[in-house]
């Protein structure tokens, strides 16, 4: 077996984070385009909306951060407002809300930071750009 060739075919470390690095950067001028990333905005949403008007706007992620919300303080989603909903990039799987004693994988992930409203009391909520999302009790 030709060992040389072998050698010279294995990607070094430097190659690899530059793939790594170059993946990342056209991720998120991809991701914004596309809207994955938006700048920071606040929502108009009603107290007590009407049928689906809410939910057809959020996305998917938020929409289900929501429902969760909703599930632990045992009220109609239609109730939680959406205050905050902004753009973020996280530095860890954590999503910005890291738990004590866990671990998690340095990797720059893309999301939201959401807060809702429910009779005057914030809750914050971090998602990444596709279907999870943390509570952050101590924000």
């Not at 994955?36 to 689906?52: C, G, M, Q, R, V």
């Not at 929409?63 to 905050?84: C, G, H, P, W, Y």
Request: charged letters at 20%; a neutral charge.
């Amino acid at each position: 077996m030709n060992f040389k060739y072998l050698k010279k075919n294995i990607p070094t470390s430097t190659s690899i984070m530059a793939i790594i690095i170059t993946a990342v950067f056209f991720l998120g001028i991809f991701g914004w385009q596309q809207g994955l990333i938006t700048e920071s905005k606040k929502s108009t949403l009603s107290p007590a909306p009407t049928s689906d008007t809410t939910t057809k706007d959020l996305p998917a992620v938020v929409a289900s951060a929501r429902q969760d919300l909703a599930a632990t303080l045992k009220v109609d989603a239609s109730q939680i407002i959406v205050e905050e909903l902004s753009g973020q990039w996280w530095s860890d799987s954590s999503l910005g809300c890291p738990k004590e004693g866990e671990f998690y994988t340095q990797a720059i992930e893309s999301g939201q930071k959401v807060v809702f409203l429910y009779q005057q009391k914030k809750y914050e909520y971090h998602t990444d750009a596709a279907r999870r999302f943390v509570f952050c009790e101590s924000k």
